[in-house]
């Protein structure tokens, strides 16, 4: 069973802004697959189509073999439903709670075992020393380990991740990188990885995607694919 | 000063604010995140009391609970008493009248929520009560207060619908508003201009607090 499977049609509202439409037709197993490819080519839309955030007008999304959109059977889960684990470009930290109540915000669990699963993720992502800070008293590393954190402590059975490094030097993307291939090392999940950048998807890609005007135009491995 | 009249005016603007934040909030989430294409038409009926002679509203309401309607008649075995020259009357009336004043403010504040936030605790399966009591309105919390602070200055400054609805008895229905026009009409303009500056004080005071919560809700918040 392959771990996610995604063919999706979406035209962009306005057209006028695009001249193309989103057609995607790809499989996911569980392994880091980056989407590569210029600003505007539908990269943020494919995962936002997966997460339920955005609902295509026709296609097929299955998660685990599991239907979350089938436009010919009418299945349409909401984002609630369908179990991913998100991590925006501008990582979308709930500026009011503090990074534990962030993490903790989407846990199902209560009392002692909520503490312990939060307790165990901030720790994980190094960032147990932040827990009683909101996002706009810690450092931009640090805000990118709380949205990854919150991501993933609810065990979603895929991964979602929209350009998350783009705002960090080398050295922190790489610290950050290492931890998070360490937690996936254990989870056997497909991740989807969206970036413009080569090295990023080098580091964390196992295969690669790339995506021009809508269309995916090459499937390869992140070191060998050239790129026009 | 009339001293009655200023408890009673305090009496009903408490109440109706009270009773505007517990039906506004729901209209304003629903107006805020509903998808439907003919929600324009429930914010329009919001609005038309901003736009609407407070006399009509008056008539409209004595008209609809006047004792010959099912509704007049429901409300007499209810509250024990007509609707028409009636504390409860005024409070009915108050809260329609002064209902755009409250939700108005408080959708707005709601639409300014960044969407992005509400996606991302929706991918984390919260349900969606959830996302608005603990994400929507903790943000949009200085929107609140400005519904409720418009609601209560505006039910204080009433007049043309307390006067249709409620006429001027001492202790019931006998507003600040109703007051000065009542001192005015006996060419009593100093104890008159007394309760004037009390209201135009108080009123400046709370605009003062209104746009000093609208200047802090734009700059809160932040990643």
């Not at chain 2, 600040?176 to 004080?201: G, P």
Request: proline share 5%; charged share 15%; aromatic share 10%.
């Amino acid at each position: 069973m392959t771990a996610l499977e995604v063919k999706l049609q979406k035209a962009f509202v306005p057209a006028r802004e695009r001249k193309f439409s989103l057609n995607a037709e790809f499989s996911a197993p569980a392994e880091v697959t980056v989407i590569f490819g210029p600003s505007g080519s539908g990269k943020t839309t494919i995962l936002q189509c997966i997460a339920g955030l955005v609902k295509p007008d026709a296609g097929r999304i299955a998660i685990a073999g599991d239907a979350v959109f089938d436009s010919e059977k009418r299945v349409d889960l909401s984002p609630q439903q369908r179990r991913t684990g998100y991590v925006f470009q501008d990582l979308a930290l709930f500026p009011h709670m503090t990074a534990a109540d962030n993490v903790a915000f989407g846990v199902r669990v209560n009392g002692a075992e909520r503490t312990r699963l939060v307790r165990d993720v901030l720790e994980r992502f190094r960032i147990s020393h932040v827990a009683g800070q909101k996002p706009g008293e810690i450092s931009g590393g640090e805000r990118q380990r709380v949205a990854l954190a919150r991501a993933l402590v609810t065990q979603p059975k895929v991964l979602l991740l929209d350009e998350p490094f783009s705002a960090l030097d080398d050295a922190l993307k790489q610290a950050i990188i290492t931890d998070l291939k360490a937690w996936l090392a254990q989870q056997s999940i497909p991740v989807l990885f969206v970036t413009h950048d080569r090295g990023e998807a080098e580091a964390l890609g196992d295969r690669m995607l790339l995506l021009h005007e809508g269309q995916i135009e090459k499937q390869e491995h992140p070191s060998s694919i050239q790129i026009s | 000063m009339n001293w009655q009249a200023l408890a009673l005016t305090a009496k009903l603007a408490s109440l109706t604010s009270l009773v505007l934040m517990l039906i506004s909030i729901p209209i304003a989430l629903w107006l805020a995140f509903s998808p439907r294409r003919w929600k324009f038409f429930l914010e329009a009926v919001v609005g038309l009391p901003i736009v609407l002679p407070p006399t009509v509203i008056g008539l409209y309401l004595l008209m609809a609970f006047g004792s010959a309607t099912a509704l007049g008649q429901w409300y007499v075995r209810t509250v024990g008493s007509t609707l028409a020259f009636s504390f409860g009357g005024l409070v009915i009336a108050s809260v329609l009248y002064s209902l755009p004043f409250a939700v108005n403010p408080i959708a707005a504040g709601f639409r300014s929520v960044d969407q992005k936030l509400i996606d991302a605790a929706r991918t984390l399966g919260v349900r969606q009560f959830k996302i608005y009591w603990q994400i929507v309105l903790p943000l949009a919390w200085p929107a609140l207060v400005t519904g409720m602070v418009l609601s209560f200055a505006h039910t204080v400054g009433e007049f043309g619908v307390v006067l249709m609805v409620g006429g001027n008895i001492p202790g019931v229905t006998r507003t600040l508003s109703i007051d000065i026009y009542d001192q005015v009409q006996s060419l009593n303009y100093s104890a008159a201009n007394q309760t004037a500056v009390v209201l135009l004080v108080f009123s400046y005071a709370l605009l003062c607090l209104v746009y000093g919560l609208n200047r802090r809700m734009f700059t809160f918040g932040g990643r």
